[in-house]
Each structure stands twice: as structure tokens, then as C-alpha cells.
């Protein structure tokens, strides 16, 4: 090994190798600088406790991997590849010498799946922990089970500048912890915070030449994406003189790019570095003494309720905002300028919330699936949460890798094979029986990548066939069409690369292709809709689009795509009730009915049309909410009708049926007694919809028109409903009628506050002395007395007060007003009348 000079970590590394060999786990944190990812793998190499095994280190990003990889090798005076090499996707460097292994995520969740047991592995590093990925909680997870089960002597070490370092050492079984404090210079925190109505890069470009005339040495930018990073970089290239080199930093940059990044600039000359997050850890930039933080993130987040996710840009944490502040201190004092307040600051987030609660769990969901447990048989710092898994494992349904109680089919395993996102591996598999392998490859790329286009032709341009066309017509090295200004060559070199190793992939699963199919464009928006087969939309009469799932989306601007009458919607955003459609390709009608006929649904509809008024019975075939077709049924059945027919009057109970004034009466003398005594039915219109098949389904059989439910008697229904003995009870306690001294037979009301009551006139109940009762003489019948006008002259509910108080005040006044009529001095000893007089005996 190499000369070299000693740093922090160097002082812990001791008691670090003694923990391992102890406890064989272990958590190391460490400042920024103190040399945890280049030098513990190393000085671990030799442990006898490896006995010859290797070491796998986990990085969370590829341009880290990649860099460690290369910077342990030449420690070692050796090229990457012998004794240090890394796998990330795309590239891989090593050899039977290799003791040193760094891969990215994927990898090492690939390897376990293939080896549960890691051969020939003696210890794992999660480094940069405190990133908390998916696949590095997965992976975390996988490695304790095969420790736990398979591999005692497996050591595991979890790695991290910034961690709650006593919450992974629980979930490791009280692992020690070792911490290494770093060697950080010194940096002064400066708040310029971006003006209101300031655009991002106006605010970057600002303390940017403040920066450049106030400090020396080198620029950090943090931007939340390559979008912002390519507007600053236009903002500032006209306004920074020629001594400074503007670059900018972030994952699909290639590979050239993103060493002339972090690499020191020449003599004389200053560096702007703009970058994502990817900068925040485990990268040193070098001559960095200066950081502008934008404060933001950007991140997928993931909605059960739609299934989608969305990208959307965030405010950093604290966390995450002190970690870019330590780039600033890693090689000399520095200072950081944060485009917000302090008072902004304190509010801020303590920490960025792990991926597990904000993505999309459908790998994760079919990882586990394919390792063989279920999130509850593993250790987590953060368990999967109930409503997102539910989603994956549907979706997981869906593309045929569950079967129907959830357990992964030999296609599910085939899908967890190719590490790919289980909708895009689904895709690449159903192609190839199709002859369309190459191209879903392709347009796997072009879907997991950065977009071709740039600009506004990308946002003109929602055709995925455009993108995929110019891909099947470029060569390997990227020429012809991708000379076009709107296109990003870079991007399209990386496109082919990774297509060409997924095509390798397929290959290795000895899956039999069919001669390829030449006329792939045309298959284009069925391969879409392999991968989105939930995102299948079909065009309304305005131009908007209905996605099987229910949810509605358009196109923010006018495209011919738009006149399709059938999508497969690749990438749709989620941001209020209708979605934007960004990506998407025509799907033929005839693809729709040949590959998607098993998962639609046929039936007959039967529905109450208001105009008409009679049921009508259509059949119809849907895919989801998408209804593909509906016309009449000749043949409707008698039992669907009825059904349509009661769920109509279940809606209008009160209009379809022929209610009139006797059977409302009967309804309310039913009620009125029912309060008396609950064991009474509940006649009541609410109470009757509720189970309006059980009393009315037999009075309708054969019945579809409105006209036909005018021939039915109300009345004689719900007397039958309450049967004879309730009906003589009814009769006795809650007659329709009060019979008056004068022979008259008044109805009596059972609606209204003052329910019960009749109203009658005063000259026919003379001679009755109390007031009458019903049911089962616990009420009093309210009585409207009349003027032989039949205006209301009293009302009350005891007739013997009235006869001895009031009725002497108002008979003066009728007497005067009605002189020919019998206004008797004793009103109980008089003959009631109907008459203006009572007739002579």
C-alpha cells in the first residue's frame, strides 16, 4: 500500500476491527472527511477473520461507487479491477482477484436473491446509511434474515456521516458503535435568503458573483434537479468571468462529465460546481470552500390513492442542509450561503424522511415476494406502510407475478431476475414472444432514463413513438438522427447502452423469440400499455382522456396525439382531481380487444330512463371505467328488469309510486301508533326504501313502465304488509274517523304538530262532554272548532274547559255574527246540529 498520511478514521479503525471480530456487526459514524469510505474497507482487507472472503460495499450512487473504487485501487498501486473493483449498472469492473467489491444498490440486492447464503462474502458495508434508500433498507433486511439463518460468521457494517446511529444499532441486536469525530474546518453559515417573486437562478446568479468577489477558491451549487442546474448554468455563463469553469454535477450525466466535475480545477482557474443531492456525501469536489444552497429536493412521491407517482420539488431538511454545509469544510475553512432565512431554517424538517415512506413499494413488494417472506418476517427501521404495499402487490396482481392469494408465479420470478422495475420487466418479457424484444428494450430506456428531448420539444412532443423511432434508428455511437438540436446525445448514447445490457439480460433467461417484428411502431403503445396497463385511457367527447383506474387526464397543450381514441399513458403527473399527460403512445383498438379481452368484463345494465319512464336493459363491455361498448340487450331477463326497476323507485319512492291521500293516511296512523308502540312496523318512506325489494318485488314482477306502477293500490299493500289482526288493531286504536254528537263522521289528521285533530264545527259537538282519546286512550284528539263559516273560532284538547270558560266569551261574538244560528246558554245539555238550527222533536 501507498504512503500515506494519517486521518481520522484511522484512530477508530482498531477498535473498530476489534467489534467486528466480537460482535460481528457493527455501526461507524463519522464527519465528513474523516476517510470512512476509502480506508476501512482497506484496513479490514487482511483480518483473519476473513479468511480470504470478500468484502461487498454498498454506495448509494454509482458516481461514488465508482469513485471509491477507483481511489482504494490506487492506494493499493493497483488498477481498478484486481484487488478493488465495483458492479453498477451499466459497467463493471472486476476479476478473480477481487477482494473489494463496491456495487450499487441493485447489485447487492441481485446477489442475495441469487445466493442467499453470499458465498465466499464475509462482511457488507452499507455505507452513506443515513440516505436511507429503498434498496439499502432491503438490503439491510435480507442481510440480517441470511445472517440470522444462513451465515452466523456474515458481518455486517452500517456506515453514515449523519444517523441515529442508537436506532440502527437496535435493529442490528445492540450492535457497538464506534464514532469518529472528522477533521471539519471550520464554516461560517450566511443566510440570503431568494426574494418573493425572485425566479431560482436570478437567486443563484446573485450570491454567486457575491461569492466569486468575496471568497476565494471553488463553488458548490445545490439544485434540486438538471432541469434548474441547466437554467443557472444559462443564467451564469454570460456573467462570470473566464478565470472560473462552469460545470455541472448530477446522476445521468456521463461518466466523463462527472470526473471533469470533481476533479480540481487547473491552475489559475476556479470551479462553479452545479449539482443535485448526488454531491451531498460521499464525494469530494475538489478546492470546494464555498456552498450555495437552493434549500431544495427533489423527489418521487408516491400516491396509493391514484398509484402514481409524481416528481415533486421539496424543501431540504436540516439534515440534509448540514450535510451540504460540510462540503464547504472538507479540505480548508469555508463558508455556505443558504438561500433562505434563519427563521426559515428552524422550521425546517429535522430530517429527510426515508424512501420507504414516500415511493412506490412495488420492486420492494415483489423482491420479498421472490426472497420469501412477507415484510412482517423482517427487521426494519421503517416497515413498509399497509396502504402502498397493498397498491404494489395489486399492481403485482395485475402484471401476472402474484397469483390470486398473492404467492409469486414462475413469471414474478423471471420479473425479480432482470432487477428492472417490475412494470418495464413485465414488458421486456412479454415482448419476446411478440418479436418486439429489441424494441421494448429501447423503450424501457427511454422510460427509465432522462427524456430525449430538451425544451420545448420535449414539452410539445408527448409521442413516445417519436422517441422511440429516433432510438431504432441510431447506431451505437449515437449518430444520425441525434444530431438534432433537440436532442440530447448524451443521453441517447447512454439510452442504447443500457437497452444493449437488457437485451443481454433477456438472452441469459434462454426465453424463445419469435422472428422480430419489423413493424415495431405500431406496437408501440401496447408495449406502453404492458408496463401501465392501469394507465389504458380512452378519449372523452372534449378531448380529455378517462385512464382505466377512473382517473382523468389531458395534455396541457393541443397534439395530434390527442385525436387518438385509445392511450397507453407512460408517465402522467398527479396534481390535482385530473392528472397531465406527459408520455404516452396510441394503443389500437384491435391490440386492446386481442391482448386485454380476458380482463374486461361483459354484462347486461339495466337503468331507470327518466324521459321514457320505463326501464331500459343495455349490454356492455368495460375494461375497468372504460366502457368499450354498449348497446341494447334483445334479450333482457325478467330479474334484471325488476332489479332496475326497484333500484329506480328505491330513488324516487315518492313519485314513481301512486301515493294518495288514504294510503299517506294509512302511513301516518301507523307511525302515530308506532311511537306509542315500537313493535309497530316502520311504514315510513326512508323505512321502505331501505327494503323496498322485500315488500314490493312481488307487485312489480313483469313490470318496466311508469304507467304500470300507477296500477298498483298503495293502500292495499301496506295493508297487507301490516296483516288483519295488526289492521282491526289499527282500526280500534287509530281510527280514520271521529264520530260527533251530530252523526257527522269527521277524518282525523295524523299529520302536523297538533297531530292528532279534527276540525269541526262548534255546532256539532254540543252535548259532548270530554274530549276523545285514542290509541289505547293515552291521546287526546286536538279539536278545531269552527264558525258555521267553518273559520277557526277555538282550538283546544279539553272540551270540558272549554265549555265551562271560553265558550261563554266567544258565543257572544258568533251570536252577533251569526243571530239566525243556536247558540245555546248550556251547551252540554243542547242538541248538536248540523243545521243552522236543530230541528224540533
Not at 378 to 397: E, F, I, M
Not at 446 to 469: H, I, Y
Not at 566 to 577: K, N, T
Not at 734 to 757: D, K, N
Request: proline content about 7%; hydrophobic content about 40%.
Amino acid at each position: 500500500m501507498q504512503n500515506r498520511e494519517t486521518i481520522p478514521i484511522d484512530e477508530v479503525l482498531p477498535l473498530l476491527i476489534e467489534k467486528l471480530k466480537v460482535f460481528g456487526r457493527a455501526v461507524l459514524t463519522a464527519e465528513p472527511g474523516a476517510g470512512k469510505t476509502t480506508r476501512t474497507p482497506l484496513a479490514l482487507l487482511n483480518e483473519a477473520w476473513l479468511d480470504g472472503q470478500q468484502i461487498i460495499m454498498l454506495e448509494p450512487r454509482r458516481l461514488a461507487a465508482r469513485a471509491a473504487a477507483v481511489y482504494m485501487a490506487q492506494q493499493l498501486g493497483e488498477q481498478v479491477g484486481e484487488t478493488v473493483g465495483y458492479r453498477i449498472r451499466t459497467e463493471s469492473r472486476v476479476s478473480a482477484r477481487t477482494r473489494i467489491t463496491v456495487v450499487t444498490e441493485g447489485i447487492l440486492t441481485r446477489m442475495l436473491q441469487n445466493d442467499p447464503g453470499l458465498d465466499g462474502v464475509g462482511l457488507i458495508i452499507f455505507d452513506e446509511f443515513h440516505e436511507r434508500s429503498l434498496h439499502a433498507d432491503l438490503g439491510l433486511a435480507l442481510a440480517m434474515q441470511s445472517r440470522s439463518l444462513l451465515r452466523e460468521d456474515l458481518r455486517i457494517l452500517v456506515m453514515s456521516a449523519t444517523l441515529d446511529a442508537a436506532a440502527v444499532a437496535g435493529l442490528l441486536e445492540d450492535a457497538p458503535v464506534i464514532d469518529c469525530q472528522g477533521s471539519m474546518y471550520p464554516v461560517e453559515t450566511k443566510y440570503m435568503p431568494q426574494g418573493a417573486n425572485e425566479p431560482l437562478e436570478a437567486a443563484v446568479s446573485r450570491v454567486v458573483q457575491h461569492a466569486l468577489s468575496a471568497h476565494s477558491g471553488s463553488l458548490l451549487v445545490f439544485l434540486p434537479g438538471a432541469g434548474e442546474i441547466r437554467r443557472v448554468l444559462s443564467a451564469l455563463e454570460p456573467r462570470v468571468g473566464s478565470d472560473c469553469i462552469l460545470t455541472p454535477l448530477y446522476g445521468a450525466l456521463p461518466q466523463e462529465l462527472q470526473q471533469q466535475a470533481i476533479a480540481a480545477p487547473p491552475p489559475g482557474k476556479r470551479k462553479i460546481v452545479l449539482a443535485t443531492s448526488i454531491a451531498e456525501s460521499s464525494l469530494t469536489v475538489s478546492g470546494i470552500t464555498v456552498v450555495i444552497d437552493s434549500g431544495l429536493r427533489r423527489t418521487a412521491l408516491f400516491s396509493p390513492r391514484t398509484g402514481m407517482s409524481r416528481l415533486a420539488t421539496m424543501r431540504a431538511a436540516r439534515d440534509s442542509a448540514d450535510q451540504r454545509r460540510g462540503r464547504a469544510g472538507r479540505l480548508a475553512p469555508g463558508v455556505c450561503y443558504r438561500l433562505w432565512s434563519e427563521a426559515e431554517h428552524r422550521l425546517l424538517a429535522p430530517a429527510t424522511p426515508p424512501e420507504m415512506l414516500e415511493a412506490d413499494l412495488t420492486p420492494l413488494a415483489l423482491e420479498l415476494a421472490a426472497w420469501g417472506a412477507s415484510p412482517e418476517e423482517l427487521r426494519w427501521l421503517d416497515v413498509p406502510p399497509a396502504a402502498p404495499y397493498r397498491q404494489a402487490a395489486g399492481l403485482l396482481r395485475q402484471l401476472g407475478a402474484f397469483d390470486a392469494a398473492g404467492v409469486i408465479t414462475p413469471h414474478g420470478r423471471q420479473m425479480a431476475q432482470l432487477g428492472l422495475h417490475p412494470r418495464l420487466a413485465h414488458m421486456l418479457l412479454r415482448a419476446v414472444p411478440l418479436g418486439l424484444s429489441r424494441a421494448a428494450c429501447r423503450l424501457a430506456a427511454l422510460l427509465e432514463e432522462r427524456d430525449l428531448f430538451r425544451g420545448q420539444a420535449a414539452a410539445q412532443d408527448s409521442d413516445l413513438r417519436s422517441r422511440l423511432s429516433l432510438v431504432m434508428t441510431s447506431g451505437e455511437a449515437g449518430s444520425g438522427p441525434s444530431r438534432h438540436a433537440d436532442v440530447d446525445r448524451s443521453a441517447l448514447q447512454r439510452l442504447l447502452q443500457v437497452s444493449s445490457q437488457w437485451e443481454r439480460q433477456l438472452h441469459k433467461l434462454c426465453l424463445a423469440e419469435q422472428a422480430a417484428q419489423e413493424d415495431w411502431q405500431s406496437y408501440c403503445g401496447l408495449l406502453v400499455s404492458l408496463a401501465y396497463p392501469d394507465r389504458i385511457a380512452q378519449r372523452r367527447s372534449d378531448g380529455r382522456y378517462l385512464l382505466r383506474s377512473g382517473r382523468g387526464a389531458a395534455f396541457r397543450t393541443r397534439q395530434l396525439l390527442g385525436e387518438e381514441p385509445f392511450l397507453a399513458i407512460a408517465e402522467v403527473d398527479d396534481e390535482g382531481a385530473e392528472g397531465r399527460i406527459l408520455l404516452a403512445a396510441p394503443l389500437s383498438e384491435e391490440h386492446l380487444h386481442q391482448f386485454y379481452r380476458e380482463q374486461m368484463e361483459e354484462g347486461a345494465r339495466a337503468d331507470w330512463n327518466e324521459q321514457t319512464g320505463t326501464v331500459q336493459v343495455r349490454r356492455r363491455l368495460t375494461l375497468g371505467a372504460i366502457l368499450l361498448q354498449d348497446r341494447p340487450d334483445p334479450h333482457p331477463t325478467p330479474e334484471r328488469i325488476t332489479e332496475a326497476l326497484l333500484a329506480a323507485v328505491a330513488e324516487q319512492i315518492d313519485v314513481l309510486l301512486p301515493w294518495n291521500a288514504k294510503s299517506k293516511q294509512l302511513q301516518a296512523r301507523v307511525e302515530f301508533l308506532r311511537r306509542l308502540d315500537p313493535s309497530w312496523p316502520d311504514l315510513r318512506s326512508e323505512a321502505l326504501t331501505a327494503n323496498v325489494h322485500d315488500w314490493l318485488a312481488p307487485y312489480v314482477s313483469g313490470m318496466r313502465k311508469r304507467s304500470e306502477l300507477q296500477n298498483l293500490s298503495m293502500y292495499i299493500i301496506l295493508e297487507n304488509m301490516l296483516g288483519w289482526e295488526r289492521m282491526q288493531e289499527l282500526q280500534a286504536e287509530v281510527p280514520t274517523h271521529l264520530q260527533v254528537p251530530s252523526g257527522s263522521r269527521i277524518p282525523i289528521q295524523y299529520e302536523g304538530p297538533q297531530a292528532p285533530y279534527v276540525s269541526v264545527r262548534l255546532q256539532e259537538v254540543f252535548g259532548m262532554m270530554e274530549t276523545p282519546r285514542i290509541g289505547y286512550g293515552r291521546i287526546p284528539i286536538t279539536l278545531h272548532l269552527l264558525s258555521p263559516a267553518n273559520r277557526p273560532v277555538q282550538v283546544t284538547s279539553d272540551l270540558r274547559s272549554f265549555w265551562s270558560g271560553t265558550y261563554f266569551e266567544i258565543k257572544k261574538d258568533l251570536k252577533g255574527r251569526y243571530p239566525k244560528h243556536y247558540w245555546p246558554d248550556d251547551p252540554l245539555q243542547a242538541s248538536a246540529t248540523r243545521k243552522v238550527r236543530p230541528s224540533k222533536p
